[in-house]
């Protein structure tokens, strides 16, 4: 759709700085801006989400020495955005709308990862006894604050996706900066 704006000449020439700079036209760079804000920021402002610094965060998180004080601050948490804000995402809360959910969540971190196995190789062994075929869900997610955090969001992610999937999730690695899981999902 053809539509015209006024836009402050300052904003213009940042845009067109950063088009330049992700080799991208203007329209396609504010196109994914606006597309960005109605599909998760707005929610994500409405929800009381604020941003803070990883050095806030390692300060913080730094000084919880109890692991059940972790563990119960992140399930807490996760149980809070499984029953909150995935609904306030989406109209119904369900393995799709929780994948969705967590790629829009992750984009807000340092760098994630997700990849998909459609689980091609038992297919047709699945098939043959008649059981549904899975998809397994890989997430990888860089934070850069440290092992607590790692440990917190850990047990948020057990608290928001186990209660959605009904199924237990995989952690294949957890580090002071990273943490790498995964789940399957019946299709």
Same mark, same amino acid.
């Given at each position: 759709?053809?539509s ?8 213009? =020439? ?6 330049? =700079? ?9 196109? !994914?801006?606006?597309? !960005? ?6 929610y ?17 998180f ?8 972790i ?11 499984? =029953? ?10 369900n ?20 990849r ?12 043959? !006894?008649?059981?549904k ?11 850069? $604050? !440290? ?7 850990r047990? $948020?992610?057990?608290g ?10 995989e952690f ?15 299709r």
């Open positions: 759709m053809h015209t704006y006024r836009i402050k000449e300052h904003i213009c =020439k940042a845009l067109e700085g950063e088009s330049k =700079k992700r080799r991208i036209t203007i329209s396609i760079l504010v196109n !994914n801006i606006i597309d !960005n804000y109605l599909n998760s920021e707005m994500f402002e409405q929800l009381g989400f604020i941003l803070v610094s990883k050095d806030f965060l390692r300060k913080v730094s000084k919880i020495e109890k692991a059940e004080d563990e119960e601050f992140g399930l807490e948490l996760g149980l809070t955005m499984a =029953k909150e804000y995935v609904s306030y995402f989406f109209p119904q809360v393995s799709k709308s929780l994948i969705k959910y967590l790629d829009l969540w992750f984009r807000r971190f340092q760098s994630y990862q997700h998909i196995d459609n689980d091609r190789n038992n297919n047709n062994q699945n098939n043959n !006894n008649n059981n075929n899975g998809e397994r869900h890989y997430f990888t997610v860089i934070h850069d $604050i !440290n092992m607590n955090f790692s440990m917190a969001l047990t $948020i992610l057990e928001l996706i186990v209660p959605i999937i009904k199924n237990d999730i294949r690695n957890i580090t002071a900066s990273a943490i790498s899981f995964s789940f399957e999902v019946s």
